[in-house]
């Protein structure tokens, strides 16, 4: 008798077991469809989603999640749960999809996740079509003058081809250079530039001046380029960012390492030669070096020899060129600055530095005499006056 029992209940749990495993949810999400059924970069569409439940059992507690994935986005109702889909029924979720403007042309991914009220998770990918209808702007070339970036370089020219490689014409660009450390605009407004417009499948230049500091060294540094404008059809502005690489050379870089006069103490009327020491302290070698003086308003000299051929200096090492000038009769004694240019080869370029050094003049013995002798006049007069009114 016991068995019979033991029997039937087990029978009864298979039939249980049984009906509860023909009793099951099985979830598949697919996209129903798009309107408009062309996505365009920049537009909104109305995206439809349909849920259906293939399996033979209820499913409760469905929770439907849009997964914000570039350049997919949704402003409201990211979140949308379904109480209950019955067996063999199917139900329907509707998205209202922003697309981002810079979304490129093709296949972009859109994500959704759902969960059941036991906490299982399953996310999808869908490919949705977009066309872009848009001015796309890019950065086609970089050229610079002079032709290499190197250290210590001022109004170092920049052209940035931009192409528009989008549908439409962009208009009213305004283009914003953002230097990194080391670099800095060459003017107040050297860094930015505008272009009133670029057809599709054109390009423009963008100019740009900037000044690079001695302290750069060589390699490659990230710089940025904003980019505002309007398309053909659109009064709205769109602001877009690109990113630029700005290699910088290695180069010969110069210090006044030593300034030297014969004679020493130059007067006025001496002539005078200038030893001129320079040190190559850059990271390249330096050939064909020479150096040039300009005479300047208000510096009393008459230069003989104004410029000297040095030669190659290698990094690390020194040079030095002799310059030759005479004082004028008139100098008046006191520091004076003279203006150096200093001209080299560097991997077939010609690079230009300038320098400033200083000298000092003396008073001449000449005019230290007659000073000397007016004084002595002047105190031979006062004795002769003294004694002539004593004696009257």
Do not use: C, H, W
């Not at 849920?51 to 997964?67: A, H, P, Q, T, Y």
């Not at 986005?73 to 109480?83: F, G, K, L, W």
């Not at 042309?105 to 996740?113: M, P, R, S």
């Not at 969960?115 to 869908?126: C, M, N």
């Amino acid at each position: 008798m016991k068995n019979k029992i033991v029997i039937m209940i087990l029978a009864l749990l298979m039939v249980s077991f049984s009906y509860a495993a023909d009793e099951v949810s099985v979830l598949k999400l697919s996209v129903a469809k798009t309107d408009p059924l062309i996505v365009e970069s920049g537009d909104y569409f109305t995206l439809y989603l349909k849920l259906d439940n293939i399996g033979s059992g209820d499913s409760r507690g469905i929770v439907v999640e849009f997964i914000d994935n570039y350049p997919f986005s949704v402003e409201s109702e990211r979140v949308q749960e379904i109480n209950i889909l019955g067996a063999q029924k199917d139900y329907v979720l509707e998205y209202r999809v922003r697309v981002d403007p810079n979304a490129i042309e093709g296949n972009n991914i859109l994500k959704v996740k759902y969960e059941d009220r036991y906490g299982a998770q399953t996310e999808k990918e869908f490919n949705i079509n977009v066309e872009n209808n848009n001015a796309d702007l890019v950065v086609g070339s970089i050229e610079s003058s002079p032709l290499n970036l190197v250290a210590d370089t001022d109004d170092a020219k920049l052209s940035i081809n931009l192409q528009n490689i989008g549908e439409s014409k962009a208009k009213m660009i305004s283009a914003k250079l953002e230097l990194p450390e080391g670099f800095t605009p060459s003017n107040s407004f050297s860094d930015m530039d505008s272009i009133s417009s670029i057809e599709s499948e054109e390009s423009e230049d963008a100019i740009f001046y900037i000044d690079i500091d001695e302290s750069v060294e060589e390699k490659a540094y990230d710089a940025k380029l904003i980019l505002s404008y309007k398309e053909d059809n659109n009064d709205e502005y769109i602001t877009k960012e690109l990113d630029l690489k700005l290699p910088v050379k290695a180069t010969p870089l110069f210090e006044v390492e030593n300034v030297r006069l014969l004679p020493e103490n130059p007067m006025p009327e001496d002539v005078v030669e200038m030893l001129v020491t320079l040190k190559n302290v850059g990271g390249e070698d330096a050939e064909s070096v020479s150096i040039r003086a300009f005479q300047s308003v208000g510096l009393p000299v008459d230069f003989d020899e104004k410029s000297d051929f040095i030669g190659t200096i290698k990094k690390g090492q020194v040079g030095s060129a002799v310059l030759k000038f005479t004082v004028d009769a008139d100098a008046v004694a006191k520091e004076y600055l003279l203006d150096l240019e200093i001209r080299a080869v560097s991997n077939q370029e010609v690079l230009v530095f300038d320098k400033t050094v200083n000298f000092l003049t003396q008073e001449s013995n000449k005019s230290s005499a007659k000073t000397v002798g007016i004084i002595a006049v002047v105190g031979v007069l006062l004795v002769i006056g003294y004694f002539y009114f004593k004696k009257k």
